[in-house]
């Protein structure tokens, strides 16, 4: 992917949405994780990210995804992906990551993740 | 009154003119206030001179001689101007000096009377504005003298305004070029890349002819000529040969030293040299060198942009270093764990196939003999990059053949690796696997996937693809996760193929789904042995990428015989 990957973040109803546009790999993943701290910090523990625009997930990626999913776990909440292109869905499917719906939801559009998350 | 005017139209124009943008709009700043000033006091000739870095030049003049100008510049040394600008008092003369209280300075016979005043701004002489009249009906005065000196201080402003543009404009271009340095500098950690990178920013930077980058040998210490451009072929050690004693002075005072009339190799023309030291954390690792073949000096602003980028240089070389020593660590670390060719199984052909995206990736696949009519087969992706990778690697691997000597379960293999992954490494960390035990008596083999992609199990009676899976997540994210197993028979041509998520990424194209591809090729090369299957598979997958793929692919292929 040609480019730098970039990252937003925005609130609707409470819940923080992180909508990611490029790729999630090994070279982006400390920014993402970086969200994530701060997002955690500021006391919220259902987080949405929008995957609409990525188009290709590596290792690396996945990584960030799961240190993700740990810290909001472990703060109650969860991690919700939504909009996921088949190719990075059927790497989590096979990853097994549809097994833990108490850590990790996996939703089809960003307006069906964020009412399925608690706001604080 | 009408002088009062033209004072106010005077001041008018300085303030007017003194806040413009345009570099250029000094010189004609001076000249129209010159011109101004004359017109003001009746005056026949005067001059504008400026004061830059402790020497001082005529700016802009109006009415004097060509001769006189040049005087003016050659004998500064002795000249009014310069014993004005020294006691930073202005002055009135009339008619030629006298030699006893002017030693030294310019015979002035056509002037009847002058005022030399200091531009002084905070303090500091910037310039020194004279006001010439040769005629014998027009001599200056006191009066007049204190006059000019407030449209001096004036005049003084708005020089000193325009040297502090420049030097903010200069400032900007200089961050701007070290920035653009850095970011084309640091965005890799290979050396060769680095180094080339480095040499064309130094040629482009201080225009020279020729660039040396030198560096010390990290074990010897000897210095090395690591890039060179604009060396001709086999000068290599005159090049150090020329540099060193430079070097060495700059090692000393950790400071650049500069060279006047080097003898390049080859060249008989006297160049001029600059040696620049790169250090890193307060040790000299090597040095830039750049040359001019016509021998001509190198500029203050010139110096200070090598300096910024030595800075810069010296520590994208060291990271790049102590990456490639990073990496052949791993490298050879790999080697280890992830062997070319397993050790053959009596009945059974085996293959595989492994590519990593870079210099050391995190894929790896073994063979285990369990006892003598099992094996343990094993293909992981195991995340992280390098040194990262290979340490994980080399855990798991560990891991697996104690706990395979112990264990014939393949789904309780994997709850204990899991529990041991996620216990002794990072929490980012995670591996997918596929672990079957293969059954050489009997063809039996029973299997248990962690987070892995599918194996596939193609058929030789009726050619068709199973896909061999069972449900478990990836190792080390969740310590109470459980794991199921499945068993099956290989039977007569039957064949395993086992892979990582990389082939099925690199199979990929558009819309085309990769496991799709992957098996329609499996079913069109099943004839073919299983180590040219594995090849062939590999290659098409490398093809599709342009031989860099993007993820590391491993494969192994197993057929019974």
Redesign the interface.
């Known amino acids: 992917m040609d480019g730098e990957t970039e990252f937003k973040v925005e609130e609707r109803n409470g819940i923080p949405v992180v909508k990611i546009v490029g790729s999630l790999d ?1 070279y982006n993943v400390p920014r993402f994780r970086q969200i994530i701290t701060d997002l955690s910090s500021k006391g919220h523990n259902e987080v949405v990210v929008d995957m609409s625009e990525v188009d ?1 997930m ?3 990626g ?3 995804i ?2 993700g999913l ?1 810290w909001l776990s472990e703060a109650g909440g969860r991690l919700l992906l939504a909009d996921l292109n088949p ?1 990075i869905m059927r ?1 989590l499917e ?4 549809t ?2 719906p108490d850590k990790l939801v996996l939703s089809d559009s960003v307006d069906q993740a964020v009412a399925a998350a608690r706001s604080q | 009154m009408e002088r009062q005017t033209g004072a106010e139209r005077v001041f008018e124009r300085f303030y007017e003119l003194s806040g413009t943008d345009d570099p250029d709009d000094l010189h004609e700043t001076l000249n129209r206030s010159l011109e101004s000033v004359l017109r003001l006091f009746q005056a026949d000739s005067g001059s504008v001179m400026l004061c830059r870095e402790r020497r001082h030049y005529i700016a802009v003049c109006r009415g004097l001689p060509d001769d006189a100008r040049d005087q003016v510049h050659s004998r500064l040394d002795g000249a009014v101007s310069s014993r004005v600008i020294a006691s930073q008092t202005p002055v009135v003369l009339h008619g030629p000096v006298d030699p006893q209280d002017w030693p030294r300075a310019i015979p002035r016979p056509n002037l009847v009377s002058s005022i030399s005043i200091p531009l002084q701004n905070r303090r500091k002489v910037v310039g020194l504005l004279n006001i010439n009249s040769a005629s014998p009906n027009r001599v200056f005065n006191e009066d007049e003298m204190a006059f000019a000196s407030v449209i001096a201080h004036h005049l003084a402003m708005t020089i000193e305004n325009a040297r502090l543009r420049d030097e903010a404009k200069e400032r900007s271009r200089y961050f701007s070029d070290l920035y653009k340095i850095a970011r084309t500098i640091t965005s890799s950690l290979d050396l060769d890349l680095v180094l080339r990178m480095i040499a064309e920013h130094v040629r482009r930077v201080i225009a020279c002819d020729i660039c040396a980058l030198l560096l010390h040998n990290p074990d010897t210490g000897a210095l090395q000529l690591a890039r060179g451009q604009g060396i001709p072929d086999g000068t290599d050690s005159d090049y150090v040969d020329l540099v060193e004693p430079a070097a060495r002075q700059a090692r000393i005072c950790c400071k650049l030293v500069t060279m006047r009339d080097a003898c390049l190799p080859n060249n008989g023309r006297p160049a001029s040299g600059i040696v620049v030291p790169l250090i890193v954390k307060r040790k000299v690792v090597g040095y830039i060198a750049g040359f001019r073949s016509d021998g001509t000096a190198f500029s203050r602003a010139t110096t200070r942009l090598l300096l910024g980028l030595a800075e810069l240089a010296a520590i994208a070389i060291e990271n790049a270093r102590l990456y490639r020593r990073q990496s052949g660590i791993a490298h050879i670390t790999q080697k280890e764990l992830t062997p070319e060719r397993f050790e053959p199984i009596r009945g059974y052909e085996i293959g595989s196939r492994y590519t990593p995206a870079h210099q050391v990736g995190g894929d790896y696949c073994d063979l285990i003999r369990i006892n003598k009519r099992k094996f343990g087969l094993v293909v992981a992706d195991v995340a992280g990059r390098n040194v990262t990778a290979a340490l994980h690697i080399a855990k798991c691997k560990h891991a697996v053949r104690v706990l395979a000597d112990c264990i014939s379960s393949p789904a309780k293999l994997m709850l204990k690796l899991n529990k041991f992954i996620y216990e002794h490494t990072d929490p980012e960390a995670f591996i997918s696997m596929f672990y079957a035990v293969l059954d050489t008596t009997n063809g039996l083999l029973t299997y248990s996937v962690a987070g892995h992609e599918p194996g596939l199990l193609l058929r030789a009676q009726i050619p068709s693809i199973e896909q061999v899976r069972t449900s478990g997540i990836l190792l080390g994210i969740h310590p109470g996760a459980t794991f199921e197993e499945r068993t099956t028979y290989l039977h007569i041509g039957d064949i395993l193929f086992l892979y990582t998520d990389g082939l099925t990424d690199a199979l990929c194209s558009g819309q085309t789904d990769g496991l799709e591809v992957l098996e329609e090729a499996f079913l069109q090369r099943r004839l073919e042995p299983a180590q040219r299957l594995a090849d062939n598979i590999h290659r098409l997958a490398i093809g599709n990428q342009e031989g860099k793929p993007p993820d590391d692919i491993a494969i192994v292929t197993l057929r019974k015989m």
């Open positions: 090994h290709f590596d290792s690396g996945m990584s960030g799961i240190l740990k190719r790497k096979i990853s097994g990551f097994m833990m």
